[in-house]
């Protein structure tokens, strides 16, 4: 009896130790995720990334662009297909939410849908995502809208079409300038889209959330005012303390940099870099989460072993904004958070 009730003492000691875990480490979650845009929704983080596209290890060498890429994971993987969704009450401890969005409900993609942008409006959410398919040589997709009743899904495909489709968008030559779509909700209800790989473009959306309102903003990828460092693509739009920043990826191998502006609509004024380029990963996805009073930025690296361009893995850093609004310059780490938000009972 002594030894059952000793034995039984030790297990609970050990999920109450496992349950006070504060570091929750870089990666943040399990798996090869990449593209990470946190949001806040009902007081939980949520974080809708890209599920990665080739196994660790596998040889990408002579992927060169996303169109030549694309096209190999189809006749190789076959992958991407559907996202997967994560929440946490505490930045520490994250749930999994299996295949929120699936191409099994777009009738117009097989293959590939990518760093979606996820928003709350009209008692709904909106799920934004890029879904460029090559199929029998041909292009379909672009940006596409898929909505909710709950942030883990499922998600379905509001038009049976895409958004947002290549001939709609001319500014850029190359075919895969749609995608990575950052959705924004300002405060007066005005919903604002900006995507973009090359150019960054943006556009009003319609209360329904579903259409464009008006005409479709290009920016020019060398806009050296509005863009330090040129803009690759990867925009992200948010508004604090009455400023309103653009973070997105720059040049390639990409680094993270900012811009700031006095409305969602309006000229951008070039800041400066957020993250170098660290690591091996050609590429990088910012996003970033101001919530009760604390500050975090989330990213990729290909930092796991088998790591690569393609094969990619999430993270976080906490920072903190200098007095007149700046985002300091931030660095990969393993620690990534070091104490959870809010209240844990480890009971
Ligand atoms: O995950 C696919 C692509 O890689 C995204 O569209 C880019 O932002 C880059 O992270």
Request: charged fraction near 20%; hydrophobic fraction near 35%; proline fraction near 5%.
């Amino acid at each position: 009896m002594k030894n059952v009730v000793t034995v039984l003492g030790l297990m609970l000691f050990l999920v109450a130790c496992g349950d006070k875990k504060e570091f929750s480490g870089n990666p943040i979650v399990e798996g090869w995720y990449a593209d990470p845009e946190g949001v806040v929704f009902d007081n939980e983080y949520w974080i809708y990334p890209t599920l990665s596209d080739l196994p660790p290890g596998a040889d990408s060498t002579d992927f060169t662009g996303w169109q030549k890429e694309t096209r190999a994971i189809h006749q190789v993987y076959n992958i991407q297909t559907y996202m997967d969704a994560f929440s946490s009450k505490d930045m520490v401890h994250w749930t999994k939410h299996p295949k929120v969005l699936s191409v099994e409900n777009i009738k117009w993609l097989e293959f590939a849908l990518w760093a979606p942008s996820v928003v709350q409006a009209n008692g709904k959410y909106y799920l934004f995502f890029g879904g460029n398919d090559i199929q029998n040589d041909e292009q379909y997709g672009g940006i596409g809208v898929a909505v909710a009743d709950h942030p883990a899904g499922p998600f379905k495909d509001a038009l049976g079409r895409a958004l947002v489709t290549n001939d709609m968008t001319t500014y850029a030559k190359h075919s895969w300038d749609d995608l990575d779509p950052s959705v924004f909700v300002d405060d007066d209800g005005q919903a604002w889209l900006y995507w973009g790989n090359g150019v960054c473009y943006r556009a009003k959306l319609k209360d329904d959330m579903v259409s464009l309102d008006g005409e479709i903003e290009a920016i020019d990828r060398k806009d050296a005012s509005s863009f330090s460092g040129g803009f690759t693509e990867a925009p992200w739009i948010y508004k604090r303390q009455g400023r309103y920043y653009l973070v997105y990826a720059s040049g390639f191998p990409e680094s993270i940099h900012y811009s700031t502006a006095k409305s969602a609509g309006g000229k951008w004024t070039a800041q400066g870099v957020v993250m170098p380029t660290e690591k091996g990963s050609n590429t990088n996805h910012p996003g970033i989460v101001d919530f009760k009073g604390r500050s975090y930025f989330f990213y990729h690296n290909d930092a796991l072993p088998g790591g690569h361009s393609y094969c990619r893995s999430v993270c976080v850093e906490e920072f903190a904004y200098g007095s007149d609004g700046t985002i300091p310059e931030l660095h990969m780490t393993r620690e990534c958070v070091k104490q959870g938000v809010g209240t844990l009972n480890p009971y």
